[in-house]
């Protein structure tokens, strides 16, 4: 009797060190991701309805937290590196999304207005987004955090530019480009 005891005992101390490893928290994913990650990757802050994709090349982690909090954090770790800068999309529906029919969302756009002062931001049609992700996913990866965030159209999309050039001398480059173009000068 008292050797079974201890069999059952070392049995369950056994099954006990084989429970699967905590899940890594979502900051750990980030930082893991953002080194190999760089121009035309896109980390999506997302509201708890986004839905998970099926291309492999979009890599979902539920945060289980508050959607603002995610942002600013994404935001601070995008600008210490030096690879890689930020530029912001949102859907144009969330100015127009009422206080009655979405309880929370006037203070929302608030919080979110001041946690992205000074990073260039673009509305455009959700839809539009939707499908800039779906074609971004074809050629290059997509990290989508989940958030806890039950407000609609309140998804933030990240584009990461090159941190080291920016878009005024990309415009020049071009420009030399095809004005030598148009004089015959080869290089």
């Known amino acids: 009797m008292v050797t079974l005891r201890l069999a059952s005992l070392g049995s369950l101390a056994w099954i006990g060190s084989c429970a699967a490893p905590r899940a890594a928290d979502w900051r750990d994913t980030l930082d893991e991701r ?3 990650l760089g121009h035309r990757n896109v980390i999506a802050i997302v509201d708890a309805a986004y839905p998970e994709q099926a291309k492999a090349s979009v ?9 603002l909090s995610v942002l600013r954090e994404v935001l601070e770790r995008v600008q210490r590196e030096p690879h890689v800068r930020a530029r912001v999309a949102l859907d144009r529906e969330l100015e127009y999304v009422p206080e009655g029919d979405a309880p929370g969302i006037e203070q929302h756009r608030a919080a979110l207005r001041a946690a992205l002062l000074g990073v260039p931001v673009e509305f455009l049609p959700h839809e539009e987004l939707i499908a800039r992700i779906d074609k971004t996913a074809q050629g290059f990866t997509v990290l989508v955090l989940k958030t806890d965030l039950a407000l609609p159209y309140t998804s933030v999309f990240v584009t990461l530019e090159c941190g080291y050039w920016s878009d005024d001398a990309e415009t020049r480059l071009r420009e030399t480009m095809a004005h030598e173009a148009r004089q015959g000068i080869l290089r």
């Open 59 to 67: 890599r979902t982690v539920a945060t289980h937290a508050e959607q």
């Open 34 to 36: 953002l080194a190999n």
